[in-house]
């Protein structure tokens, strides 16, 4: 098993430029989250998807969209990207049982993906 | 709203030396914590929970309700343990809010 895949592993854009970031996961994972990591922030959650079919806002959504495309990929995209934005990009998937979950189930992380925006 | 503080950006030990990684959080509830690690080159990925009362790699943590604390401790750390370390706090729907992170170096 592969685990949580991320595409591409480093990109360079220019402002105003949009690009997706793609993630897969081979677990038959339920939730899927896109987070950035910031120095001295930490991850913040961007977007989550709770299930397929569904997806809601985290705690810095803006500047981006998502798309859970089936219940293995999750892509994260820039319509014009910013310098803010420059960030390492992080996909984890977790098993997440329905019902009332709290933060039980251990999320598994992708790889990261380097954004820099010129 | 919830927070986890981890105050230190960098915890430089001796290799045996005794290591203490700080957290705190705020919550209104009953909380749900976690360590997660990320080794040099490798994925963030979990280190311990608090509901398991487990020791992984030498490495506990305490739940203090009283401080609001979850600090991660080792007794004689390694050199292997160098890691950015994160605090996590569980959030309903399954969602985790992670501190700032702390990166530790055990020197020889």
């Known amino acids: 098993n592969a685990g949580v895949t991320q595409t591409p592993k480093f990109q360079v854009l220019k402002t105003g430029q949009s690009m997706t970031l793609q993630c897969a996961q081979d677990m038959n994972h339920n939730s899927m989250y896109w987070y950035r990591q910031d120095p001295g922030m930490g991850l913040r959650l961007i977007y989550y998807?709770?299930?397929?079919?569904?997806?809601d806002k985290g705690e810095v959504p803006n500047g981006y969209n998502v798309s859970r495309l089936n219940k293995r990929e999750f892509s994260l995209r820039l319509e014009s990207a910013a310098p803010s934005q420059t960030s390492v990009y992080f996909c984890a998937s977790s098993l997440a049982r329905q019902g009332a979950q709290r933060g039980t189930d251990t999320q598994y992380f992708g790889p990261g993906t380097r954004l820099t925006v010129l | 709203a919830q927070r986890v503080t981890q105050p230190e950006k960098l915890l430089s030990v001796f290799k045996g030396a005794p290591v203490e990684l700080k957290c705190n959080y705020s919550?209104?509830?009953?909380?749900?914590l976690f360590w997660y690690v990320q080794y040099s080159r490798q994925r963030l990925q979990l280190l311990l929970r608090h509901i398991s009362r487990e020791s992984i790699k030498g490495f506990t943590a305490d739940l203090n309700k009283g401080e609001t604390s979850f600090h991660l401790k080792k007794p004689f750390a390694q050199e292997e343990d160098s890691a950015m370390y994160y605090c996590?706090?569980?959030?309903?729907?399954?969602?985790?809010?992670f501190g700032a992170g702390t990166i530790l170096r055990v020197k020889s």
């Open positions: 996590a706090l569980g959030e309903y729907g399954n969602k985790l809010v």
């Open positions: 919550y209104s509830g009953s909380p749900e």
């Open positions: 998807s709770a299930s397929e079919g569904t997806t």
